[in-house]
């Protein structure tokens, strides 16, 4: 680190406290994280083979028998494969949670740092077309970043040769799917997304659509769907967690 850097870091340190969002400990100096301890990495469940070939949920326990996926069962992808880089419970779900409702920019570099060990799922994204799953303008104004478009830059600047596009617009405002089961949420996408105008994907190329969590599958089908429309034929899609 250059002496500027380093006064950077401190100044930036003095703005922020160290603590482990996890643990609430303080960050060793010799973690690869700036907002993660060891103990809060340890924390974090990152999703190793085997898993699931569409969402990335791994195959552990009694899962293992069967090698049904429970969150694929009654999903009908319109993407190929899909990876996830971490579950949503315990410490993932607070990165999750951080990164989209508590302006969590300041943890990007904490998840480049967790990508950088990963290197199966790095290899998944290498060579593709990042493609970000787009927030409707006025979600965007209100939330002021797309957490989705932050997570691809993330990847891209991780995964050789990948590289972000910004495809697909939201034409449609959706209602929040928190509460909608799956049935419901299929429905509330239905439409919601298009190519951006002007914009057009090839069919040679790879795409991976990235958002930031996989729940039902709902939003991502929708997108694949759009992009489908948009030319593109090989489509995956990579999440920062199963949720
Ligand atoms: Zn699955």
Redesign the pocket.
């Known amino acids: 680190m250059t002496v500027l850097a380093k006064i950077a870091r401190s100044g930036l340190d003095l703005l922020y406290p160290r603590d482990c969002l996890v643990t609430g400990e303080p960050v060793e100096d010799d973690s690869p994280c700036r907002y993660l301890s060891h103990r809060g990495i340890k924390d974090v469940f990152l999703v190793k083979e085997p898993c699931?070939?569409?969402?990335?949920?791994p195959f552990f326990g009694e899962l293992l028998a069967s090698r049904v996926?429970?969150?694929?069962r009654e999903?009908e992808p319109a993407f190929r494969h899909?990876r996830t880089l971490m579950l949503a419970r315990d410490a993932g779900r607070t990165i999750v949670h951080e990164l989209k409702y508590h302006q969590g920019r300041y943890l990007l570099p904490d998840i480049r740092a967790l990508l950088r060990g990963e290197t199966v799922f790095c290899e998944y994204l290498a060579h593709t077309v990042l493609v970000p799953v787009p927030l409707h303008a006025r979600r965007l104004r209100e939330r002021g970043f797309n957490q989705s478009l932050l997570l691809a830059k993330a990847f891209a600047a991780e995964a050789n040769g990948a590289r972000v596009e910004e495809l697909l617009q939201r034409v449609r405002d959706t209602q929040t799917q928190t509460r909608l089961n799956r049935k419901q949420r299929e429905e509330n996408m239905r439409g919601a997304f298009a190519m951006k105008n002007g914009k057009v994907a090839e069919p040679q190329k790879r795409y991976v659509l990235v958002d930031d969590v996989f729940t039902t599958g709902a939003t991502l089908n929708a997108c694949a769907r759009a992009l489908r429309r948009g030319g593109a034929e090989r489509i995956d899609v990579a999440t920062l967690a199963h949720g």
């Open positions: 699931c070939p569409t969402c990335g949920f996926c429970p969150h694929c999903l899909g």
